[in-house]
């Protein structure tokens, strides 16, 4: 699906301040290149105390959920061990952290079959209306908020 730059630009830019402000309420930093179309996010591993950086391919952003993945700080590498290892806590069902790894949720392009992810029962083009599932968020400070609370269950790093 095809979706002119100038749209997803505008589209996160309607976005960005609703983010910048949760991110500063939790104590994220972000950064949003819109040249490249990614967005950065870091924080400290509330356990594990390390710095920890997601980012976020917005291609075609809205039509298709951003393609979210965990990066060693100040790279876009993502090998396993930069991946926050799945926990539990009260109040949250199931982690979206999964060995695989990827962040199993319907607004992570990186979930679904077409992309190397576990879901070939998910249609992305309807991400944002995919019923039953342990996590939802339509935006990209609900995505953000949904991986704040899933890192805060998390024990540690992957390996």
């Known amino acids: 699906m095809s979706v002119p730059v100038t749209v997803t630009r505008a589209t996160v830019d309607g976005e960005l301040a609703s983010a910048v402000v949760w991110a500063n309420r939790q104590g994220w930093a972000i950064h ?6 990614r967005l950065r996010a870091t ?3 509330p356990i594990a105390d390390r710095l920890i950086e ?8 809205r039509a298709l959920p951003p393609a979210w993945r965990f990066v060693v700080p100040g790279s876009d590498e993502s090998p396993k061990a930069a991946w926050p290892a799945p926990g539990s806590q009260p109040g949250l069902p199931g982690s979206i ?3 695989h790894p990827c962040i199993c949720a319907p ?4 979930a679904y079959r077409e992309h190397s992810g576990p879901h070939g029962d998910w249609a992305m083009t309807s991400w944002w209306s995919i019923p039953g599932e342990l996590t939802k968020a339509n935006h990209l400070a ?3 908020d949904q991986i704040h ?7 540690g790093f992957q390996t």
Do not use: I
């Open 32 to 37: 949003w290149d819109a040249n490249a179309l």
């Open 149 to 155: 609370q899933h890192l805060r269950a998390s024990p």
């Open 54 to 61: 997601v980012t976020a391919a917005l291609e075609g952003y």
């Open 43 to 45: 924080t400290n591993h």
């Open 142 to 144: 609900d995505m953000l």
């Open 97 to 99: 952290f999964h060995p």
């Open 107 to 110: 607004w992570n392009r990186l």
